[in-house]
């Protein structure tokens, strides 16, 4: 296709926690990296998309950056803030609108679980008072129903944790470093089962930001640009089991996810059996397990043994979350997606120091997922 | 449980009481007949408006469980201190009608829970301050 679009920069302010800096100045700090890495300067940017959910508006980020002038676009879409900014940002330059685009997500939420309120999700008052508004609580009954259909047991819940912090453990920008034992996370405080406390992330703060122009004039600016093969968004349909839902339809039907990830490898004109390395969306250790099969990498149920004999670990077959995923890093909402899309730009540069994917990786995939019902993916290459 | 005068309901719209049981009240699609918990304006299969009230019924199976182990932030309103907070139950529960209907369980023992079991709709008073009239939701209980 000579329409392609290529990421010539990527840039992160870390996540986790950093009181002295605010959201936007975690996304600016992003901005500055990504611009850096591309070898160019924020006044030859023609276009730029952003957002974050907590952290204020993405065209503030200008007041510290520079004020020239530019399209900046705020995006708000959620856990799929990220990849809606970078999908417009790719359409923007196929459509001729810029040569140079810049997508950024960065935030800062408060400590704790997050807190929505009923009234905000069209619901009444009666469902947040009762107790019934958690989703915490929503991750735990959808997981529960899967292991129940598919015959998957606490282990691989546990195994999916264990293997994001010690991914985690060998990435030097992670949130959460420490490894964590078996039995430490299958003896940790039961927050709803079958999900325990080290089953799922933490809201947190950071900035991650992605500079992209055109694939054919990529290498002016890159030795090493990543092609866009594919970046596709997708909400639910109808009977699809979501978040804060008191009642759900009689028949279900694919997830947003499914959805999403048929069309970004149609699009792409690649399977799930030729990518090397993948980002899925782990808010918990339920989340992933059904992500791995409903992005198409394994049948519903196999995920077990899957996890069980180390296939996907950074040296397995099919090597997820190599940075340690939400698990190891938080959730900064506006910048997760994009945190997915730079650890795989990482591996395919082959720069990910002692994370590496082992071989030469030649096609990643991304993976979000997130309220009210929402996907987005991408596949990307090596260029 | 005591209900000679009317009980104060969190959710009075949801519920009809009267009869043995109390009945969850949704709503029904008359183009297509899909049916909604809680009820439901529009439908979100066929796009349709017309809309009428659907009685879903006392008795399910429980179709997911999960216990809440810590307490929920505001807007929950539970009132019971930090230190007095006990896990509950949370389920849904599956109705003759297919529609799975998302609600507090009167047990918390993982235990006692299994997926199909039967289940019968109850009233719970989720909120007992002191002082106060106490507040019920629906709940289910092992029928
Ligand atoms: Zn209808």
Redesign the interface.
Known sequence: MDNEVAIIGIGMHPFGRTDALSGQQQGAHAVREALKDAGIEWKDVGVAYGGSQDGGNADALSNQLGLTGLPFVNVANGCATGGSALASVIAAIQSGMAEIGVAVGFDKHPR??F?P??KDWGL???Y???????TT?FF???T??YM?EHGITDDALVRIAQRAFRNGALTPHAWRRRELSYAEIAES???????RKFMFCNPAEGGAALVLCSAKHARKYTANPVIVKAAVMRTRH??SFEVF???????QSPAPTVMASRAAFEFAGVGPQDIDVIQLQDTDSGSELIHIAENGFCEHGEQQHLLASGATDINGRLPINTDGGCLANGEPVGASGLRQVIEICTQLRGQAGQRQVPGTPRLGYTHVYGAPGVSAVTILQAG | MNLDTSPKL??PD?LRLGGEHPVLL?SRCTDCG?????ASEGC??CCSTAMETFALGSFGTL????????Q???????GEAEADFQ??G???IEMP????????LTLAD?AQLK?GMPMVLVLLP??QVPGEAPVY?YAFAPA
């Open positions: 704790g679980a807190n309120k009923p009444e008052d009666w947040g008072e009762t107790g019934l508004m958690l609580q735990a009954l959808k529960r129903r129940f405080m039961a927050v709803n089962l079958p999900l109808h009977g839902n008191p009642g759900l339809a009689a028949q | 969190a959710c949801l949704g899909e049916v909604y918990f809680p979100t299969r179709w997911s469980w999960t216990i809440q182990g810590f929920p932030k505001s807007p929950y309103n539970g896990p509950y949370v389920g849904y009608s297919g529609v799975k209907v998302e609600s507090r993982p997926i989720y909120r939701t």
